[in-house]
Structures are given as C-alpha cells and as structure tokens.
C-alpha cells in the first residue's frame, strides 16, 4: 500500500512554484519522495526555493521560463527532458487574478489573465504531452478554481479562464488517455494564501464565507498537498477527466 501513494522515482515540474500554493505544493510533493523541478519567470527566485529543498535533503532543480511564451517553454522543456530527465508529472499552476466591475474591466487585464490561467495550460501541457505520448506514461494536473463553475463579483474574466481549464483537462483527457496519460485537476475553494490576504482580513466577507461553508472555516494551504499526491501517484492510475474539488463543501451546498 506505501507504493500506491509513493512518488520516488517521480519527476515532477511545478509552474509558478517560486511562492504560494505552488511553493507549497513544490515542497509536499518533495516530502513523499518527489524531485520537482521549480520554475517563475525568474531563474534567481526558483533558484532559492530549489536551493532551500536541497538544503532540506530534497531533489529539485531550477528552471525559468515565461509560461506564456512558447518558444521558450519548447526550449526549457526539451533542456529538462535532455539535461535533467523525463517529466513524469506536470502541474500547471501558474496563474494570475484582477479585480474590477465587469463594466470597468480594462482589456489589456483580460487579456493577461486569459493568457495566464488558460494559454498557459496549453502551450505548456501540449509540449510536455508530445514527450509523454514517446513514452506512453504520464500524469497532467490542471490547479482549477470553484470559480470553475461559479461566478463572483470583479472576477468575470477569472471565472472563464477556470472554466476553461476544466473544459480543458477534459478534451485533453480524451485525446491523451490512448497513451496512458491521466489529465485531471484541482479546483481549491477559498484557501488563506497571500493572494486572498485582504478577504481574509475582512470580518463581513469571512463571515459570509463561514456561513457557506459545510466546514464553516477558510481552507489553510497545506490542505492541497493530499489531492496533488494523489492525482501524482499510481493511486490515480484510472482517474481521467476529473477535477477534483478542496473546497470545505462549499459548491455542494451553494
């Protein structure tokens, strides 16, 4: 049973794992037995947390790249394929967040949250799949959000680009279950991480969110850890197309 959740021997690429949920994610992925590749957009910041995972006893390594960008993803893919070693699990996780009134949204924002949340999964997932179809093994997780299926004030073009995501992992999970590949996603409810400080720190809306909330509390981080291990190991082994919700019950009972 230890190896059913086991990722020795895994290699796995964590984009935007330079800081928050991905830099936690980075890090319980390493404690079962991963070696993870971190990567930003700038080599010095994944440098530090690769640097910080080795000092631990941990294998990772360092690798920067703009998500967006598809020549350099194509080159940082095939140096890590050639120079460090077959991606066995790639979690796309980057991703960015605006907030305003749907009426006010400026353009340029739209466009780089689209880019971001959605292309990216694209660019990045089609050029690890062609070295995953090779060898005929590998897992593709896509971090979703419950505004995968919900909508919320100021984050109109966010909720599309998750849902995008979700729709996403499924044509892809279609496409590449023939070779042996699983595509699934995580979809996190409301976690405390930097990105939601500000709610956090506001009384009416945690109030709000306790209320909705089967678990009646915001989700602390480390809680995402449980389903990336999972969705990583030979546990997953037959889970295709699915996105999997962390989120308290909140869209069960919403």
């Known amino acids: 049973m230890s190896e059913l959740f086991s990722l020795n021997h895994k290699r796995i690429l964590v984009t935007g794992s330079a800081r928050g949920i991905g830099r936690l994610l980075a890090q319980g992925l390493a404690e079962h037995g991963a070696e993870v590749i971190i990567n930003s957009t700038q080599q010095d910041k994944s440098q530090a947390v690769a640097d910080e995972l080795n000092a631990q006893g941990f294998k990772a390594h360092a690798v920067a790249f703009d998500v967006t960008d598809s020549s350099a993803v194509q080159k940082s893919i095939d140096f ?11 979690i796309n996780n980057a ?3 605006r907030r305003h009134p749907f009426c006010e ?18 660019i990045v997932s089609q050029i690890v799949a062609r070295y995953m179809v090779k060898r005929q093994q590998g897992k593709i997780i896509n971090i979703g959000s419950m505004q995968s299926e919900l909508g919320r004030d100021t984050i109109t073009p966010y909720a599309a680009s998750k849902g995008a995501v979700k729709m996403l992992t499924r044509g892809m999970c279609v496409e590449l279950a023939r070779y042996n ?3 699934n996603g995580i979809a996190p409810g409301y976690f405390k991480t930097e990105l939601t400080q500000a709610l956090v720190e506001n009384k009416e809306f945690s109030d709000w969110l306790c209320k909705r909330t089967p678990a009646a509390r915001w989700g602390n981080p480390e809680e995402l850890i ?19 919700f962390v989120d308290g019950g909140m869209l069960a009972a919403v």
């Not at 890590?80 to 790639?90: M, R, S, T």
């Open 226 to 244: 449980g389903a990336a291990v999972f969705l990583s190991s030979k546990a997953s082994d037959f889970v295709n197309g699915h996105l999997l």
């Open 181 to 183: 590949i699983q595509v």
């Open 80 to 90: 890590i394929e050639q120079n460090i070693g077959p991606i066995d699990v790639l």
């Open 95 to 97: 991703g960015i967040q």
């Open 105 to 122: 949204f400026p353009e340029k924002d739209y466009d780089d949250i689209i880019n971001v949340n959605q292309k990216s999964v694209f």
